[in-house]
């Protein structure tokens, strides 16, 4: 094999490895940008996976899959956004008890459908289809544009939701309720419907990214399908500094990392475990240069993890 | 002046438990009028105002907002009612440009970021006179820029009533001056305007007629023609008051803290403090005045231990204790008390009674691990009889006292230390009147004993009357070093401009 | 039409009665769904029970599983006392077992009074260091905890299974990924049928609490919680009591990495913490960060896990419900927490007024 189609073959599985990372690590950024910092992302997506799969088991229908579990990722968080927003409880706490939470649940109703494949409807919508004139650009157009169709949803929902923060006037209304909640009170914003909102859109996001693990990446149900990776969406997170453009570049790259080992086994003597280290190593150098450096800029959103009220004396 | 009300507020009351912050009060402001609110610390003026802007909701009482009654529940009606806050603490997002603080939460465009909006706020900036960089980042900005960020802000809003809480206490004289002028130019242009404030010259001055409220109701409502300071001050007090603070004689001894030549850079590489040099004897009260954050906080907190230093010498006693710790300070022998701005953040542990409060410097005096509570147990009952300090038990959340009380606490503990150097930070911020004489005649005492003074302080009169020097400092630098009996207010204001003492009194002052 | 008040007048007694509502409503809840499965849900509850305390070895092992929640909780309330949010709990307790099995498998011809001795300082000091390292970031550099220490447990993770699969993996195994069993020189001594950690846990839970509330250390710990500023200006070395408090977090955290090598499992495997790590959080947060009030948590915990267990040979449901339910718990303890701070107030009909008249 040539240097050409590995590096062809790495970019592509990177992609799609870096997928369901992609969604969750959105959906937090969401969240965390409105000021939530919800640790329940592994919880929201097994909710998603499993509800996802069934759903898609029953109906045969792949889409159904998709947006079941989109809608599952929104149930639990909105379980979060209560409890966090409404019932003022603590953020760590809550998350963590989603994760609980969505971790049983997701094992509960799976093991009905334990070792059971999806039918040929759902598995063939999921094939790579290739986009004409970019699909044949070499190397990158090969990775980038000739993959399934969540993945090129995932550049879609990418880039729309940069524009979305960053270009919009909601999208500025929510960053203010993020960094000071106080302000954005005084001016009018509502900052619960704003935070209750954006969470339940970031759970459907990692909702999507849990679906994509049970329908696309495994053929049959497998307890525990997410393996982690709603912990790694959180430390990708903060590894892209809240940005969503810089997501996609941090999940390609998280997903490259998790394939890449194989490769690089038969010339480094490197095993897959210390490569499954690199993104929680590279996650800890990017928290402590972020806390050397001074810049106002590229910071968690000010008022991450505090909860607001109005009236406090 | 237009006599049309504009806003009519009758029997307003609002309690926060046990607390009545404000009991029936009563209040008329007119269109195109400058109206003070005029009361002490604790009087109910915030409470009052933040109910007008939506952020607390009355238990009782009828508000009308030219002549409609209006239920005023969030932020935003009271916006949609035409009345904009100017909050003491200002609610701005630090990382966002001026621009994008000013149209957040407004409805508008779907896409932010065009030509057109930056031209509504430079029409406002103009016909004002706000100078502002719209894409100018908050973080960016000084004190001074970022309240007419909020001016601008609430106007862009469409305000016809503006609401300004204690808006000149980060300001210099000559600032404050700029702000009044803004405002004579709003009144013109028909806004009323209701300013929140205890400085009694600055009533004199912008207003037209004031309301004077006292321990959470209205006492009266007066014309500013038909009355004076003396009268407004026996209004905000309830009675005829000896404004004269009692100076005892100081008998010059050594000199306690000699600093020289101290620099002090803070977080973002700036100067906080610019080759600082002054002398502190025994049984002198040495005043600190200036504006808010001309480094007051780093000068207390560097001699203190508590701010690392650049450069310079600080000797206490001819001992230099530049690069110590207050550990270290302790262990040196040195009893140098600090009573800092920050109470319940820094010299008290809010969540914890008296008790274990008493403890804080004094338990690393016990010997081995254990602690021992009960010196301090005693300690806290002899500070409630001789402070009169008024709480329900010496386990007791210091939190949930009163300002004065807290006050009372934290300066009892340092005082019973018996240090030879205080060093005290705004001691009666937020005290009413009869505590305020309290702590002065405790200060006069230590001054008695020969502890030298260090009193950094906010109210100009307080300083004259109580200190025997005054010390200016502006931007970190010192511009005079005066003899309180022979400098007045305005000569004090100037130098907190950044005047030269020589400039202002004269040489050989 | 509501309006949200705080309490300031609630009794110790109404707290906690708040909640164990709270856990009846969970426990309801979880009932109905149980119910709507197609069982009993009192049947199920009680089986549940029956699991730890329908016969001595059961109950046995309901405290063999207290026991790390206990030492894993003391450490984790340490660390939250200062408000540093230790999530690496489960990394310090797999590096405590990693150090601790060192010994087991490469010293084993060492007497057994001084090998476990040498299996318990190891995973002291293995512990106490992985806690330690992001605790010197933070105070150094104010790095986020939360997220360091999280990501420490994967790396403490990884790291096994690359010693499971390659350097110590146990060549009798046959090609399998596993560490060899120890030798019983290795093992923890048992009594009363339950490996002596349970004596050594209880010894923990009485000086932590006399550590906490009686010591000046403990003292310094409360104050830093509550503002590091005002330790700083009473003199304290935060820095320097931020670094040896987390080390005993940690510390504590490795001891129960020890105690699963040497007293559960007889062995290391990168499944050594099993979640512990997490639930630890939970229950040292629900226990208010109290020490004994810690062991009737973790207790109860414990009770619930091995509960779903046994369901699932008893009545083939999933023991997977158990973490349905204590997700559950968690929720409504929770949310009563709200019930706890507040209440809500009338508004006064005076000015709940048409907001038409207005306009």
Not at chain 1, 59 to 81: D, E, K, Q, R
Not at chain 2, 95 to 109: D, Y
Not at chain 2, 326 to 339: H, V
Request: charged share 15%; net charge positive; aromatic share 8%.
């Amino acid at each position: 094999m040539n240097f050409i189609s590995i590096l062809t073959f790495v970019l592509t599985g990177a992609v799609t490895a870096g997928t369901p990372l992609l969604f969750a690590t959105l959906g937090e950024i969401i969240t965390e940008k409105v000021g939530q910092l919800n640790l329940g992302v592994e919880g929201m997506m097994l909710m998603g996976a499993v509800i996802g799969f069934s759903a898609a088991l029953s109906t045969g229908n792949p889409a159904v899959g998709v947006l079941a579990g989109m809608i599952a990722g929104s149930c639990g968080a909105l379980i979060f956004a209560f409890l966090t927003i409404t019932l003022r409880a603590n953020q760590i706490v809550s998350g963590l008890s989603l994760t609980i939470f969505g971790t049983g649940f997701s094992s509960f109703v799976g093991q009905k459908m334990a070792g059971q494949s999806l039918p040929e409807s759902v598995r063939n919508s999921f094939i790579p289809v290739k986009i004409p004139l970019l699909g044949d650009v070499p190397v990158l157009g090969d990775a980038l544009f000739n993959q399934n169709i969540l993945v090129y949803s995932g550049y879609v929902i990418a880039i729309l939701l940069a524009i979305y923060l960053l270009k919009t006037r909601i999208g500025l209304n929510l960053r203010t309720v993020g960094e000071n909640p106080g302000s954005a009170d005084t001016a009018g914003i509502n900052v619960s419907l704003y935070k209750y909102v954006h969470i339940l859109l970031g759970g459907a996001l990692c909702g999507i990214g849990g679906a994509y693990m049970s329908l696309v990446t495994v053929p049959s149900w497998q307890d525990g399908v997410t393996g982690g990776r709603g912990w790694i969406a959180v430390a990708l997170v903060i590894f892209v500094t809240w940005n969503p453009y810089k997501a996609m570049l941090g999940a390609y790259f998280f997903g490259a990392l998790s394939i890449l080992g194989l490769y690089l086994q038969s010339y480094l003597p490197i095993p897959q475990s210390i490569f499954d280290m690199l993104p929680y190593l590279a996650t800890i150098i990017v928290l402590i240069v972020i806390s050397l450096k001074k810049s106002k800029e590229n910071r968690p959103p000010k008022a991450l993890g505090e909860p607001y009220f109005r009236e406090e004396r | 002046m237009n006599n049309e009300v504009y806003i009519k507020i009758e029997n307003l009351t609002k309690t926060f438990g046990p607390v009545i912050a404000n009991n029936n009060i009563c209040l008329e402001v007119n269109k195109g009028e400058i109206h003070a609110i005029l009361g002490e610390n604790g009087s109910g003026k915030s409470t009052l105002m933040n109910m007008l802007s939506g952020i607390y909701t009355p238990d009782s009482g009828v508000i009308y907002i030219k002549g409609k009654h209006v239920s005023l529940k969030t932020p935003k009606d009271s916006m949609s009612m035409g009345i904009g806050m100017i909050h003491q603490h200002f609610k701005l997002v630090e990382v966002l440009t001026a621009k994008e603080n000013i149209i957040a939460g407004q409805k508008g465009s779907f896409f932010v970021g065009s030509k057109k909006l930056s031209e509504k706020i430079r029409k406002i900036s103009e016909k004002f006179g706000l100078t502002i960089d719209p894409d100018k980042k908050i973080y960016n900005m000084s004190v001074g820029e970022k309240q007419t960020v909020e001016i601008v802000k609430v106007i862009y809003r469409g305000a016809e009533i503006l609401i300004l809480d204690e808006p000149t206490a980060v300001l210099t004289p000559q600032e404050t001056e700029s702000l009044f002028n803004i405002l004579r130019k709003m009144k013109q242009a028909g806004s009323s305007i209701i300013i929140i404030t205890h400085k009694l010259n600055e009533v004199m001055e912008i207003s037209d007629r004031i309301t004077v409220l006292r321990k959470g109701e209205t006492i009266a409502t007066v014309n500013k023609e038909d009355t004076n300071a003396t009268e407004l001050t026996n209004l905000m007090v309830g009675r005829a008051v000896d404004l004269s603070i009692n100076r005892i004689e100081k008998k010059n001894n050594e000199i306690i803290l000699n600093v020289e030549n101290l620099t002090v850079v803070d977080d973002e590489k700036v100067k906080a403090l610019d080759n600082i040099s002054f002398k502190l004897a025994t049984g002198e009260i040495l005043g600190v005045a200036g504006v808010a954050g001309s480094g007051q906080k780093e000068l207390c907190e560097a001699i203190a231990g508590l701010y690392p230093i650049t450069s310079g010498k600080i000797e206490y006693k001819e001992e230099n204790i530049v690069g110590k710790n207050p550990r270290d300070i302790i262990k040196m022998g040195i009893s140098m008390s600090f009573i800092p701005e920050d109470r319940l953040g820094m010299g008290l542990v809010a969540s914890m009674g008296m008790v274990d409060n008493m403890l804080l410097k004094e338990y690393q005096n016990q010997k081995g691990i254990f602690i021992e509570k009960k010196a301090a147990k005693d300690l806290s009952n002899k500070l409630i009889k001789k402070l009169e300090i008024s709480t329900p038990g010496v386990y007791h959340p210091v939190r949930q006292l009163s300002g004065g009380n807290i006050q009372k606490v934290l300066l009892g503990r340092e005082i019973e230390s018996n240090p030879h150097l205080l060093i005290t930070a705004y001691p009666v911020r937020g005290l009413d009147i009869n505590s305020s004489y309290t702590i002065y005649d405790l200060l006069n005492e230590q001054k008695e004993k020969g502890v030298g003074i260090l009193y950094i302080g906010e109210d100009l009169d307080v300083l004259i009357e109580l200190c025997d020097r005054i010390l200016v400092i502006c931007n970190g630098k010192i511009t005079g070093i005066a003899q309180a009996t022979k400098v007045n207010k305005e000569q004090l204001g100037l130098m907190m401009a950044g005047e030269d003492m020589t400039t202002v009194m004269g040489v050989g002052a | 039409m509501f309006r949200v008040v705080k309490r300031t007048d609630l009794t110790k007694k109404q707290s906690v009665s708040f909640r164990l509502i709270a856990i009846l409503g969970a426990l309801l809840t979880t009932g109905i769904f149980i119910w709507f499965l197609g069982f009993n849900p009192l049947q199920i509850y009680i089986s549940m029970l029956d699991g730890s305390f329908g016969s001595m070895y059961r109950f046995k092992e309901a405290i063999i599983q207290t026991i790390p929640l206990v030492v894993t909780s003391l450490g984790i309330s340490v660390a939250f006392r200062m408000k540093f949010w230790n999530i690496g709990a489960e990394g310090q307790i797999i590096m405590g077992a990693f150090a601790a099995s060192y010994f087991a498998l490469y010293w084993s011809n060492l007497p057994i009074g001084v090998l476990l001795p040498l299996m318990f300082a190891a995973s002291v000091v293995a512990g106490g260091i992985w806690a330690l390292i992001p605790a010197f970031f933070k105070a150094q550099f104010g790095t986020n905890e939360t997220l360091f220490t999280l990501m420490m447990n994967y790396i403490a993770q990884k790291l096994i299974i690359y010693i499971q699969y390659g350097l110590w993996k146990d060549p009798k195994a046959l090609g399998a990924g596993k560490i060899a069993m120890f030798t019983d020189n290795a093992a923890l001594p048992e009594v009363f049928g339950i490996h002596i950690g349970w004596i050594i846990t209880i010894l923990l839970v009485v000086l932590m609490y006399i550590f906490i509330n009686r010591t000046k250390r403990g003292y310094e710990i409360q104050v830093i919680g509550e503002s590091e500023n005002t330790a700083r200006y009473a003199g304290m070395n935060v820095k320097k009591i931020i670094l040896t408090s987390m080390l005993l977090s940690g510390a504590l955290c490795g001891i129960v990495g020890m105690f699963q090598v040497s007293g559960v499992n007889h062995t290391l495997s990168y499944q050594v913490a099993n979640g512990v790590g997490f639930t630890a959080i939970i229950t040292t947060w629900l226990a208010g960060l109290s020490a004994p009030v810690i062991v009737i948590v973790c207790f109860l915990f414990a009770v619930l896990q091995q509960g779903g267990t046994f369901i699932q040979t008893a009545f083939s449901i999933h023991a997977s419900v158990a973490q349905l339910v204590q997700g559950m718990i968690l929720f409504f303890v929770l949310g009563s927490e709200f019930f706890i701070q507040y209440k809500l107030v009338l508004n006064n009909k005076a000015d709940s007024i048409i907001k038409k008249e207005a306009v």
